[in-house]
């Protein structure tokens, strides 16, 4: 394979995984209460990882981490083990839309 398309196909896969994590904080801001969507947090790991192994230290990197802990928390809500739910799902929609501002657009 050549560089270029090399290139190009590593741009469009990083450009995939940065849209699963706004996919996923998203699903998450918006989902019922009490209801966090199976698998999610599993598909946001798997992104955070995937952009770390293709672009290490890459600003998303630490954005994307940032939502998985928000999303963690937002789960031990929940759970009942706190009463801040609303509280982290506005947390978790500010860090979405920080995402989104922060994000080249590939066209």
Same mark, same amino acid.
């Given at each position: 394979m050549s560089t270029i398309r090399q290139m190009a196909n590593d741009v469009g896969a990083k450009h995939a995984w940065l849209a699963y994590v706004y996919e996923v904080a998203d699903?998450?801001?918006?989902?019922?209460?009490?209801? +966090?969507?199976?698998? *999610? *947090?599993?598909?946001? /790991? %798997? #992104?955070?990882?995937? =952009?770390? #192994?293709?672009?290490?230290?890459?600003? /998303? +990197?630490? %954005?994307?981490? #940032?939502?998985?802990?928000?999303? /963690? %928390? =937002?789960?031990?809500? =929940?759970?009942? %083990?706190?009463t801040d739910a609303a509280a982290l799902r506005r947390q978790l929609r500010a860090q979405s839309r920080e995402w989104i501002e922060a994000t080249p657009l590939f066209h």
């Open positions: 699903a998450v801001a918006d989902a019922p209460a009490g209801n +966090i969507p199976p698998g *999610t *947090t599993s598909v946001l /790991h %798997r #992104a955070i990882d995937a =952009l770390k #192994a293709m672009a290490p230290g890459d600003d /998303h +990197i630490a %954005r994307a981490e #940032a939502m998985s802990l928000t999303v /963690h %928390r =937002l789960e031990w809500a =929940l759970l009942g %083990r706190s």
